[in-house]
């Protein structure tokens, strides 16, 4: 049974810094391209950042691109997100998601497998 269980999540000020972590039962970790999407109250699930099977091919998207990165430790079976800069439009679940094979995705739908998602608050 595939498990993707998020931490790192919390109160945090602006302009402050967060790690997000998911911790993915699937295996090989190595043969699944993993991402970060996020979804605030009221609004539709939205990508953030995904990064391939290898680790060598990352796509984040504009409004978080030089504050956030996304990396993964195949050794570990973890990917993380480190976000810097914090803005209270941040604020949101962040959930990680995975799937077998193919590209790094930027649409929700691509994505078979799901953790529970972390709660980041972000205060001006």
């Known amino acids: 049974q595939v498990q993707l269980v998020e931490s790192g999540g919390g109160l945090v000020q602006a302009v402050g810094s967060l790690r997000l972590s998911c911790a993915a039962s699937?295996?090989?970790?190595?043969?699944?391209?993993m991402s970060w999407f996020r979804q605030a109250p009221g609004k539709a699930r939205e990508f953030v950042a995904a990064i391939s099977m290898s680790g060598g091919g990352i796509y984040t998207t504009d409004s978080v691109k030089g504050r956030f990165t996304i990396s993964r430790d195949n050794a570990k079976n973890t990917v993380y997100l480190q976000m810097n800069t914090l803005k209270p439009e941040d604020t949101a679940v962040y959930y990680c998601a995975a799937e077998e094979g193919g590209r790094p995705y930027q649409t929700p739908d691509k994505y078979h497998y799901w953790g529970q998602g972390t709660q980041v608050t972000v205060s001006s």
């Open positions: 699937v295996l090989p970790f190595s043969w699944f391209v």
